[in-house]
């Protein structure tokens, strides 16, 4: 920090108190009573902007004040605005501050004041220092905004330090410094210093009081925090509105509702801070029903024009699943923050509908609204399952133009967002280059690259890369494990996957979750070892859940085990009555074993329940734009142009001495009908139209929400050597690199 340059004689950059020199320059005398209204100065209560500004600058000039015997307070009231006003510059100020000879303790209290609320705090320690080395002593307006930069920088040893000088200046019991000191400690985790300046305190008022609350809540300490609050004297709407938010930041949703509701009971009137609370929690537990009360509420007292609200009354909707009305209200408003497209994008993203959270995004950009971090790492994810990755390029491109303006690091949360991307939109180098210039890497960044690795069936590297993490010291975690077991899976390494169970259990104590489960069942059901994966669904700590079942029955499609396919399926229908996938899954077990008097009967039970198949659906990104294909589809503007290339295909095919495999059709239909079925799938259609819209030579990436079939997969390898093109396809498991007449899953997925 750039404060040890003011420290000639100690390693500590706030040593310099012991050698202030003693204040021998009084504060100036008050100013001449026609000063405070002197035209120009009567008009920095009007100014808006810089520019105003420096017109009323110009003019404090021209009239002489700057020559006047008071022209300490004309300066005064200018470094005020600047600093402090939501209307000022900083800069500004500090080029006024330069012009000032002997500035006194309200001047140098004003620019401290003023990079204490800024984005830059340390500066405002750093002037703390050149304050004293000036010789003056700070007073009881200085030390609230120190402190206050102290907690917002998180350091709390320099803010013992300052607490010295708050000792030795005998300020402590100014109830604005005290309550400062105790939201310094609290804030910077140091709750024993925080309780102990509480407790020293001879009067404690709501403010002292509510300072602890939120330290207790931030670490967590919410029983330490209620007892406090139940002791206060006095509660006002803000110390009810600490407890709430503590609440909130412990994902304890329902207990912040509760309090809510006893601050109703007890008749304390609910303020914006409340109700944006109250929102965020409603949003959070899915409390619908209450958030329409708080709507309600916001419009009876006239606050629905409230920007802040309106963004929360947004989120609320939207991750209540009410889009359509989380919609109209953000259409509704006359003036959107970045925020509120954050909200909206969030929502949607929320909710699973990514093609909608794109188009928002877009929308965004095109009212000339600049995303911010939090917008990025919002829409990151969409652009992830879209599979966007010519979007998720420029996402990329767009954040590294703008790293200085969005205060970013190569270590933020966003490069791990983009490993992701990049790894989900199909280009795992991408997601490596990026992973490997990182100086600091978490164990979010390396889970993110170990589970890419394992998704596109890249396992010695995933399973490399876990040594190289552990090596580096760090702990895996539940996420880690879920990455290399399906790694595990991917690969088919049965005995590597037992040994990382196992390790996972016994070397790092962790119970495993239906996740784990669901990795081992799917890599011992597939190598055939069905008595064993019996035996650890018999054994599981937590209840096996449809997954697991349901992974028990894919494994008994690929070895034609019937009688057990029953079982499971018999399972999946207990757990998950309307999982129209198990159906399905048991009707082409059946199709594959000739028994079309079940499939019927599976397709009957399906009727009867009303229920619906999920259609097959692929994406393929070509000029920016997402283009959708279901089964059979002709919806598309190119329609005809596609099918004659899939006609094509198929003609390429056959002359190659390709074969269909139609064991999975589920209708008892005759051959040739069930060959057009399979040619008319949504893959098939997608890369139809990856083939008739790019270059020759032009890597094809699509995505499909279902597992890939059989007759597909064996159909594209051919098709990527026929046509010499790389097709690289993500299914609902995994990614499959297909490239001349080979697939990188070495057709076992």
Not at 268 to 281: D, E, F, G, R
Not at 435 to 462: P, R, T, Y
């Amino acid at each position: 920090m750039a404060m040890a340059a003011f420290s000639s004689s100690s390693s500590s950059p706030l040593a310099v108190s012991s050698t202030v020199v003693p204040h021998s320059l009084s504060v100036t005398d008050p100013p001449s009573q026609f000063l405070p209204n002197h035209p120009p100065l009567a008009l920095l209560s009007t100014c808006k902007d810089i520019r105003t500004l420096k017109q009323i600058h110009s003019l404090v000039i021209k009239t002489g004040l700057l020559h006047h015997n008071n022209t300490q307070f004309a300066l005064t009231k200018l470094i005020e605005f600047c600093a402090v006003s939501p209307f000022g510059d900083l800069p500004y100020a500090l080029s006024l501050f330069d012009t000032v000879e002997n500035p006194d303790q309200r001047i140098w209290n004003h620019v401290i004041r003023g990079f204490a609320l800024s984005e830059s705090p340390a500066l405002a320690v750093e002037f703390y220092i050149r304050m004293m080395v000036a010789g003056l002593e700070p007073n009881n307006h200085t030390f609230p905004f120190v402190l206050k930069s102290c907690a917002k920088l998180g350091n709390a040893h320099e803010g013992k330090q300052i607490h010295g000088h708050v000792l030795k200046l005998g300020v402590e019991n100014d109830p604005f410094v005290h309550t400062s000191l105790i939201n310094m400690y609290a804030q910077n985790g140091e709750l024993g210093h925080a309780r102990s300046v509480f407790d020293k305190s001879p009067k404690r008022d709501p403010i002292s009081y509510t300072a602890l609350i939120n330290g207790y809540g931030s670490s967590g300490l919410m029983d330490e925090a209620r007892k406090l609050f139940d002791e206060m004297p006095v509660r006002d709407v803000v110390s009810w509105n600490a407890m709430i938010s503590g609440y909130i930041q412990n994902n304890l949703y329902e207990e912040a509702l509760d309090f809510f509701e006893g601050m109703v009971r007890m008749r304390i009137t609910p303020n914006v801070s409340t109700m944006l609370s109250v929102l965020s929690a409603c949003a959070n537990s899915g409390s619908l029903e209450l958030g329409n009360w708080v709507h309600s509420w916001i419009e009876d007292h006239g606050l629905g024009s409230n920007l802040r609200l309106a963004n929360g009354l947004v989120d609320m909707y939207a991750k209540c699943g009410d889009l359509e009305r989380a919609k109209n209200m953000f259409d509704n408003m006359e003036t959107k923050s970045v925020v509120s497209w954050n909200a909206m994008i969030g929502g949607y993203n929320h909710m699973g509908c990514y093609k909608e959270a794109l188009e928002i995004f877009r929308r965004m950009l095109k009212s000339n609204v600049d995303p911010n971090e939090v917008t990025l790492v919002s829409i990151l994810p969409a652009v992830s399952n879209s599979g966007a990755l010519t979007l998720g390029k420029w996402i990329h491109a767009h954040i590294d133009k703008n790293m200085n303006k969005f205060q970013l690091t190569r270590n933020s949360a966003l490069s791990t967002s983009l490993i992701d991307m990049y790894a989900k939109c199909g280009d795992i180098m991408a997601a490596k280059r990026i992973f490997d210039s990182m100086e600091i890497k978490s164990l979010a960044s390396w889970n993110a690259m170990i589970s890419g690795l394992a998704m596109h069936g890249f396992v010695d590297m995933a399973l490399e890369l876990f040594s190289r993490m552990t090596n580096e010291g760090f702990v895996p975690d539940d996420i880690t494990f879920v990455g290399i077991l399906s790694a595990c899976n991917h690969g088919g390494f049965v005995e590597l996957g037992r040994k990382y169970f196992t390790s996972m259990v016994e070397d790092y104590n962790f119970t495993p979750k239906l996740q784990h489960y669901g990795c081992m069942i799917d890599l011992l059901g597939k190598a055939g070892l069905f008595d064993e994966a019996e035996i650890l669904i018999d054994d599981m700590v937590v209840n096996p859940d449809g997954a697991i079942w349901g992974s028990l029955l894919g494994a008994c499609r690929l070895h034609g085990r019937v009688d057990l396919a029953e079982m499971a399926a018999k399972r999946v229908f207990e757990l998950e009555p309307e999982n129209t996938g198990a159906y399905v899954l048991l009707s082409n077990i059946y199709a594959k074993a000739g028994k079309w008097d079940d499939v019927a009967r599976i397709r009957t039970r399906i009727n009867d329940r009303g229920l619906e198949k999920v259609p097959g659906c692929s994406s393929i990104e070509v000029d920016s734009v997402v283009h959708e294909f279901l089964v059979g589809d002709k919806t598309h503007s190119q329609s005809d142009e596609i099918y004659e290339m899939v006609d094509e295909i198929d003609d390429l095919l056959e002359k190659s001495g390709f074969v269909p495999d139609t064991s999975e059709v589920l209708y008892d239909m005759e051959e040739e009908w069930k060959q057009e079925a399979l040619s008319h799938h949504s893959e098939k259609l997608a890369i139809a139209f990856g083939l008739i819209s790019t270059k020759p030579g032009t890597t094809i990436r699509i995505v499909k929400n279902l597992r890939v079939c059989g007759n597909c997969h064996s159909a594209t390898k051919l098709i990527s050597k026929i046509f010499n093109r790389e097709i690289i396809a993500r299914d609902r498991n995994r990614f499959h690199h297909f490239k001349d007449g080979l697939c990188s899953c070495n057709d076992y997925w």
